[in-house]
């Protein structure tokens, strides 16, 4: 039977020095049946003429043009044996190599396969007909990838991957200019950092010039610790989450006291009614603060607002934006007062400064206005604005940007901030809830670089097996 279009489909030499026997197809499974001519072999010490040692067959998987048929070589190999010299050669074929078990080009396919986080370790190696340990060797063996030159904007921040208590939040480091990820600490730790950045070369630290974080105080502090010519930059989006924050326990606070009143409600019902109820429907009040919170926590200017009315089944009425608004900014008399202190903030926020000192001025003029605030929220919002009032105006800086989804000659201009961070973080946490939870950190390092850096690297000469299963996972706990 004439089978020269399966040496061009997987790629085989077509000069006689393989042979293909036979194609036989079993349910899901294509057995490709391959072996070499019998030919003289001389050996490669002393040039005598060895002697076959007889015929042994391997299983080589081929992952080629595999979609739901897995391809199987059965191939007939040979042993050979010096009389002379008493060596030993098998016969080689170009496409896999001795003691493997698969072809030379699967640990391709796989590493490429692996660049999709959300794909798990273990889809793969059933897309492969492999074990999952296999896969996990091959990526561990091919990638392990260094961190790269460190930028003039760098972003900081953490991801949460739980790991064990010393690899509870991940320190994430980016190039904010490019969104690419410089590299990943196994901590947040002060004495990690230390380690960490000290072994980086003093002429490439002083090369950074700002630092773009939230408020962890040790983020704030790494200027002065290890950048010389850098500067601490507190992203936006967290300070208006701070404010956020404030507000949101606020009210939680005021719905916890109509929560008291239904309580109050309902023990008098029993008394009156000589009952034991265990609760009662919440009052209109508690519903307002629960589901409509949204009044003072959205925008004013992302507010849909619209005069139709419709049922508000929660609420069992029917009102427009505008009712809703008002009913529950009445439900304390510092609502209103909250919202316009917010509002002017984030109209500050989105506005553009020629220069810091401009920036810092208009913080100083916010800190006051909030200090003289009826409200504790704006009055302690004016204190976390006076102690970041420069690292806030720094982040009004505006840089060229160039990110990686856009082309080389698609730059755009944007303020400081760790708004591509928070994008990167799901990434993360996705891969987490798809793996169902880590632990190596390495490999977890190495599988979240090689799936989001532009153009990562192969090792040249993979890794041996003693060095890919060094790592020694958690300890087992007892049997039950």
């Known amino acids: 039977m004439d089978y020269s279009y399966l040496f061009k489909l997987l790629s085989l030499p077509e000069d006689g020095s393989i042979i293909i026997d036979n194609v036989e197809i079993i349910a899901d499974t294509k057995f490709v049946y391959i072996s070499r001519p019998a030919v003289p072999v001389y050996c490669p010490n002393c040039s005598c003429r060895m002697h076959s040692k007889g015929i042994y067959k391997r299983k080589i998987k081929h992952p080629v043009l595999q979609d739901s048929t897995c391809i199987v070589f059965i191939v007939s190999q040979r042993k050979w044996k010096c009389t002379n010299c008493n060596t ?275 913080i100083e003029k916010l800190i006051a206005e909030f200090k003289g605030s009826r409200s504790y929220v704006p009055r302690l919002f004016a204190d976390y604005l006076k102690k970041y009032k420069i690292e806030i105006a720094r982040s009004f800086t505006v840089t060229e940007v160039s990110r990686r989804s856009s082309k080389d000659s698609e730059r755009y201009y944007s303020r400081l901030s760790n708004g591509p961070m928070e994008s990167f973080n799901r990434k993360p946490k996705d891969y987490k809830r798809n793996a169902r939870g880590f632990s190596n950190f390495n490999y977890t390092r190495n599988r979240i670089l090689w799936s989001t850096r532009n153009k990562p690297a192969i090792k040249n000469t993979p890794k041996s097996p003693e060095e890919i299963h060094s790592y020694r996972g958690k300890k087992r706990g007892k049997y039950k």
């Open 88 to 362: 030993y050669l098998n016969e080689s074929f170009p496409f896999f190599k001795p003691h493997k078990q698969s072809s030379d080009i699967t640990p391709l396919m796989i590493l490429n396969a692996m660049k999709d986080l959300d794909r798990t370790t273990a889809s793969i190696a059933r897309q492969y007909h492999l074990s999952d340990t296999q896969v996990h060797d091959i990526f561990s063996a091919y990638i392990d990838l260094p961190r790269l030159e460190l930028p003039e904007f760098l972003s900081v921040d953490e991801v949460h991957i739980d790991i064990s208590e010393e690899e509870k939040y991940a320190l994430v480091l980016m190039d904010f200019c490019t969104g690419q990820i410089i590299d990943i600490l196994h901590n947040r730790w002060k004495s990690t950092a230390e380690d960490y950045f000290y072994s980086i070369p003093f002429e490439e630290r002083k090369h950074v010039r700002f630092i773009i974080s939230d408020a962890y105080q040790s983020y704030i502090d790494y200027p002065q610790n290890f950048f010389p010519n850098a500067v601490s930059v507190l992203d936006s989006f967290h300070v208006i989450k701070y404010l956020n924050g404030l507000i949101n326990t606020y009210i939680n606070i005021v719905m916890k006291s109509y929560k008291q009143l239904d309580k109050e409600r309902l023990d008098q019902l029993n008394h009156d009614m000589n009952g034991d109820n265990k609760s009662i429907k919440e009052s209109q009040e508690v519903t307002l603060l629960r589901k409509y919170r949204w009044v003072l926590l959205k925008n004013q200017d992302d507010i849909n607002y619209s005069d139709r009315r419709h049922y508000h089944r929660a609420l069992g009425i029917y009102a427009d934006t505008y009712t809703i608004e008002k009913m529950f900014l009445e439900l304390d008399g510092k609502f209103s007062m909250i919202r316009d202190a917010k509002e002017k903030y984030i109209r500050f926020n989105n506005s553009w400064f020629d220069s810091e000192e401009s920036a810092i001025t208009e």
